[in-house]
């Protein structure tokens, strides 16, 4: 089923998970004792899984020479996600994104995806290594998360890069990110809303949010949005606070807020982060649950068990 069909039929709110691939030469059966966890406890509708670009470094030749590297440092998200829909009958969500990637390369992605019988995508920019810098210039990239829903929404009219006779229209369900409390790059908050709008206008049909700690702002961002005109499932992701380090680390590479509650309770009792992370996201989920959220989508990169203990604290569940 497409993500927004799982909304659309869902009695109750719906519980999802987002993981990330093994680092290259990595273990897959660490991910799927992760998973094997979240399938038995939960039976999540959906899964998605990151998709990362290549990192680019510097190596010196035996001659002197100095020499570019391309590499990917997590590959397999579509192999990833096709094991996982045989795996455990569940719809796997990969990422897409513009950073690193040609127009082309985005649609063989698509083409293999299409061919598995996964119609599920969730369509970002990416973070802004500067691999993107050439191939904007080339024309040869999606600049924005927008010209890569277009493009994949161009597939689903059968309009592929390449003019094609008869070419088979593809079947996606797109989804896109939203920030609560703003990207970063955005000058404001509502800037950033009428940007998300226009990729709502371009086909998306949920979108999923940037991890946040503050339910207020993920309210004000709703509100916001409606009355902006956007009308699709706007699903809150959350992580859960774990360790002292979060308190740097988060904010640092996910350019949030970690409300001063929060921060001087695990300040005041680090060796308690955990039990405190895990009842502050108990009482945020709560609280999400009693407003009427659609579901609640858990960013769980490698460990699911922080998550799953939150949702076992969560009444009714």
């Not at 973070?127 to 999606?142: E, F, V």
């Not at 998360?145 to 593809?170: F, H, K, S, W």
Request: hydrophobic share 35%; aromatic share 8%.
């Amino acid at each position: 089923m497409k993500v927004i069909e799982h909304y659309d039929k869902a009695t109750e709110p719906l519980i999802s998970f987002e993981i990330i691939p093994p680092k290259r030469g990595g273990a897959v059966h660490n991910v799927f004792e992760s998973l094997d966890r979240v399938v038995e406890e939960v039976k999540p509708p959906f899964i998605d899984v990151t998709y990362h670009a290549a990192e680019s470094y510097v190596e010196e030749q035996e001659d002197g020479t100095l020499k570019r590297i391309v590499r990917r440092k997590r590959p397999g998200t579509i192999g990833l996600c096709a094991a996982i829909l045989h795996r455990y009958g569940i719809d796997p969500v990969p990422h897409l994104i513009c950073e690193g990637f040609t127009k082309e390369e985005s649609e063989d992605a698509l083409i293999e995806l299409n061919y598995l019988g996964i119609h599920n995508v969730l369509a970002i920019r990416g973070d802004n290594t500067g691999s993107q810098t050439s191939l904007n210039m080339n024309g040869t990239a999606n600049k924005y998360a927008v010209d890569l829903v277009e493009q994949i929404c161009n597939m689903n009219r059968g309009d592929y890069l390449e003019d094609i006779v008869n070419a088979e229209p593809t079947d996606f369900c797109v989804g896109v990110a939203g920030y609560p409390e703003k990207h970063f790059e955005a000058p404001n908050l509502d800037w950033d809303i009428k940007k998300l709008k226009e990729k709502v206008e371009a086909g998306a049909e949920y979108i999923v949010t940037q991890m946040f700690f503050d339910n207020s702002a993920y309210f004000r961002f709703v509100e916001k949005c409606r009355n902006h005109g956007i009308d699709v499932p706007i699903v809150p992701g959350l992580k859960i606070l774990t360790t002292g380090n979060h308190l740097r680390s988060l904010p640092k590479y996910f350019h949030l807020n970690i409300p001063d509650d929060l921060s001087a309770e695990v300040e005041a009792s680090p060796d308690k982060a955990k039990e405190i992370g895990v009842e502050w996201s108990q009482n945020q989920c709560q609280e999400l649950l009693d407003y009427g959220v659609p579901g609640i989508h858990f960013y769980i990169m490698g460990n699911p068990q922080p998550a799953l203990d939150v949702i076992k604290g969560i009444k009714g569940r």
